[in-house]
C-alpha cells in the first residue's frame, strides 16, 4: 500500500501519548519525514489512525482535497483532516503491518507487493499527482 509519506518534526517530540489533536488523541509517534510527523492515533470510539501532523499547514490543504478523490485497495484511505490551533493534520487508516524499511517481504511474496505498489502509483499518476518519495518507508503492509 501506498503511504503519503511521514517527514518532519512533531511539535510533540517527546511525551506525546495522551497529547489530543483535535477529536483523536495521540498514542506514539510512528513515522516522521521532512514535511510531517505520522502519530499512531485514537478516535473518540477506540478506532486506531495514523495521524500526520504538518509543518507546513498549507500543504495538507491540496494534499488532503487530492487525497480524499484517491480510492484504490494499494492507496492509504485519508478519513479526516483538520487544523487544532493552527496545527493541520490528516487523518489515514492505520497500517498495522509496518513498511518495508522495518520488515523486509517474503521473497515468494516480494513480486506480487511491488506489483501492488505500481498499480497504486499508476493510479496517482493517471489522477494527475507524482509521489516524489517513493521509498521502503512509504510501502506498507
Not at 497529547?19 to 502519530?39: M, P, Q, W
Not at 488532503?64 to 483532516?81: E, G, I, K, T
Request: hydrophobic share 45%.
Amino acid at each position: 500500500m501506498i503511504g503519503l509519506g511521514p517527514r518532519g518534526q512533531s511539535p510533540w517530540r517527546a511525551g506525546v501519548a495522551g497529547k489530543v489533536l483535535g477529536d483523536y488523541v495521540l498514542e506514539a509517534v510512528i513515522g516522521r519525514g521532512r514535511g510531517s510527523t505520522v502519530h499512531l492515533a485514537r478516535s473518540a470510539d477506540g478506532a486506531r489512525f495514523a495521524l500526520k501532523a504538518a509543518r507546513r499547514p498549507k500543504d495538507f490543504r491540496a494534499e488532503f482535497a487530492l487525497a480524499r478523490s484517491l480510492r484504490h485497495p494499494h492507496v492509504v484511505d485519508v478519513q479526516d483532516h483538520g487544523d487544532d490551533g493552527g496545527q493541520a493534520f490528516l487523518v489515514m487508516e492505520h497500517c498495522a503491518g509496518g513498511d518495508l524499511a522495518r520488515r523486509a517481504p517474503d521473497p515468494t511474496d516480494a513480486g506480487a507487493l511491488f506489483l501492488q505498489a505500481a498499480e497504486a502509483l499508476a493510479h496517482l499518476h493517471a489522477a494527475g499527482w507524482v509521489h516524489r518519495d517513493v521509498k521502503p518507508a512509504n510501502l506498507l503492509l
